[in-house]
């Protein structure tokens, strides 16, 4: 069921951890952890089980990752027999990568005790205030580099481990992390084993008042108990997908699947902790018009879990296989036509983009040395990833395609890969057997150049087109909005639709108000459409709504953006400024960071 990596690398691989996993690698983690809210703490000990690496040097200490951790004491110990006190020592911080821990290892020992304490410095740690009808809360994001504000360990994604771990916390909320639960004696303790081995970001841990519905024979949901119902209706596909996704690529492997919504604060539309999917409450439309956020999840179990980037410079390897994958099953699950509505806005939002991106930012592999991991975060490893993808579907075809890609998944099963590792493979299994194929589509520019640098499919959508010659006609003064037919119209049509048009003169942004009701929106794809127009409109009337909007919402899709397009508008720097600092104790640390960012240097090019 475990799978080592066939071969370890001699070198530090990954730009983004001080660790020393090609000398001593951290296999297994045991956690210990009691969760204080009252001082938004956790403390407790990780037991790291290690394995000393072919060649390493006689006498070299074990490098963990850390960042803002408390270590008060370090033990080592051979199994079995006693621990015996390590004289660790910190190393020197670095702002993005944080402090090493170094441990000098007495000769055999293969266990490494560590007794410590977050601070208010984990980032990765969100403590949720206390509200009407709800308990204190707290969830964990590890992507990419937060896992070591919480656990000390080897915090990158070439190292894979296995964990269990054991959470105390207070009555009246539930532990939940993304492994399988184990029984326990005690109703304020909580036993987790992830038998299956993992990237350190995969780590995550909920603590909350959750109930939870049953979806499927592997599938359920957990949510606040006053939204769980509607949850469990908007995601009650959960079954069929899996299903969808096993078809193309094989048995989904990890036992059971849940998702978790959590409160608006969180930072991500989704995040694919293994066993236990991370979501927004604002994928709750009513419709169920959002799922592909949970196809997209979904599809991680096989791109990203299952085969996982080696470092943050081959994330596309996630994300862009990611993103191919959701489409498919959008595809499998609700027909070509939505499949191709979704794929076209991604493509549509991708190229705008690469109009003020930088050229070394547009790269698939791209370096980022020296760089926060988060900055290769953009839509280029999804949306350009996934187009090298369709470009090669469309040479191969989709057949070949899709056996190529079972078998990859299948062959790199519990490994971390780089890109030069996929090329590899992909020349072997795909390319030359289908030279004629493979001569129409430039592997190496797709992957190592800017740009598009080549002709590249076009996903066509009729009812996109439709709606976007309907909202000429209106800009034009030609048709007024009531002979408009929206009665059918999906998420994805008034997104089009709102997206094609120019800046409006105020009395037209009432006009599509009064119509569409949009500052009344519960679409929050929408109304964010929305919003941002509104900011380049001056648009008075949304303005509580963006207030509201930006003081309750943490998802940072919508969030940094809003705050751009607000630095943009005359005066706009001080309301943006003002009303981060009324809103920022919603947000995730992740999102802070962007927006400051933007705050700090409004004009730097931007890469969401
Ligand atoms: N793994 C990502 C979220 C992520 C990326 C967290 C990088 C931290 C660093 C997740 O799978 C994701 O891509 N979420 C998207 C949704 C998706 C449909 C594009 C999101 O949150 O919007
Ligand atoms: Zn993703």
Redo the contacts with the bound molecule.
């Keep these: 069921m475990q799978h080592e990596p066939l071969e370890q690398p001699a070198q530090r691989l990954d730009h983004h951890s001080l660790g020393n996993p090609h000398q001593i690698r951290v296999t297994h983690v045991k956690l210990n952890l009691v969760v204080d809210f009252d001082n938004e703490q956790l403390h407790g000990t990780a037991t790291l089980r290690v394995k000393r690496q072919l060649g390493c040097p006689a006498g070299a200490p074990l490098i963990l990752d850390t960042k803002n951790l408390t270590i008060q004491s370090v033990w080592t110990r051979r199994k079995y027999s006693r621990k015996r006190l390590a004289n660790f020592t910190l190393g020197q911080t670095d702002a993005i990568l944080g402090t090493p821990l170094v441990v000098p290892m007495v000769e055999g020992s293969d266990e490494v005790i560590i007794a410590y304490q977050t601070t208010a410095g984990a980032d990765a740690l969100q403590w949720m205030p206390a509200a009407e009808n709800k308990p204190k809360s707290l969830f964990t994001?590890?992507?990419?580099i937060?896992t070591r504000t919480w656990v000390p360990l080897q915090d990158s994604p070439s190292v894979r481990i296995t964990y269990e771990a054991q959470v105390t916390t207070p009555s009246g909320v539930i532990a939940l992390m993304s492994a399988q639960h184990r029984p326990s004696s005690n109703k304020n303790v909580f036993r987790f084993k992830m038998p299956y081995c993992i990237p350190p970001?995969l780590m995550s841990l909920a603590v909350g008042n959750f109930a939870f519905r049953k979806l499927g024979r592997r599938t359920g949901v957990y949510a606040d108990p006053s939204i769980v119902d509607s949850a469990a209706w908007e995601f009650a596909q959960a079954e069929e997908m899996i299903e969808a996704a096993e078809k193309l690529y094989g048995p989904y492997r990890w036992g059971r699947w849940d998702i978790l919504v959590l409160p608006a604060s969180f930072?991500?539309?989704?995040?694919?902790n293994p066993l236990l999917t991370f979501v927004?409450p604002t994928l709750i439309a009513g419709d169920r018009s959002l799922v592909?956020?949970i196809?997209?999840?979904l599809a991680?179990s096989w791109s990203?879990n299952l085969v996982t980037n080696a470092t943050w410079s081959d994330?596309w390897l996630?994300?862009g296989f990611?993103?191919y994958v959701?489409d498919r099953l959008q595809e499998a699950l609700f027909g070509v036509e939505r499949a191709h509505m979704e794929t076209a806005l991604g493509v549509e939002s991708l190229l705008e983009l690469m109009q003020r991106l930088p050229a070394s930012d547009q790269i698939l592999h791209i370096n980022l040395e020296g760089r926060d991991?988060?900055d290769?975060?953009t839509l280029v490893p999804?949306e350009k990833g996934s187009m090298f993808l369709r470009t090669l579907e469309n040479a191969v075809g989709r057949k070949k395609l899709d056996i190529f890609i079972h078998q990859y998944f299948d062959h790199f099963a519990f490994q971390s890969i780089t890109t030069a590792q996929f090329e590899e493979y992909l020349q072997e299994h795909l390319l030359k057997l289908n030279p004629q194929a493979a001569a129409q589509v430039n592997v190496h520019a797709w992957i190592h150049d800017p740009g598009l640098g080549q002709p590249h499919l076009e996903v066509k959508s009729s009812q996109l087109e439709a709606v976007e010659t309907e909202a000429k006609i209106w800009d034009n003064r030609e048709k007024p909005l009531t002979a408009i037919n929206t009665q059918q119209w999906s998420t994805h049509e008034w997104l089009r639709f709102l997206r094609s048009m120019p800046t409006l003169q105020q009395e037209r942004m009432a006009e599509l108000d009064a119509t569409f009701h949009f500052t009344e929106q519960t679409n929050a794809e929408i109304l964010f459409q929305w919003l941002v127009m509104s900011v380049r409109s001056d648009y008075e009337p949304a303005f509580d709504r963006l207030k509201s909007f930006l003081g309750s919402v943490g998802?940072?899709?919508f969030i940094a953006p809003l705050y751009r397009e607000l630095t943009k508008a005359p005066n706009g720097m001080a309301r943006a400024q003002e009303l981060f600092k009324q809103s920022r104790g919603v947000y995730h640390s992740?999102l802070i960071q962007s927006v400051q960012k933007l705050l700090a240097n409004p004009s730097a090019p931007t890469t969401d």
């Design positions: 994001q590890g992507e990419a937060l970001y930072p991500f539309g989704g995040m694919e927004t592909n956020v196809a997209h999840e991680h990203g994330f996630n994300e990611t993103r959701e991991a988060d290769g975060c999804y998802r940072r899709k992740t």
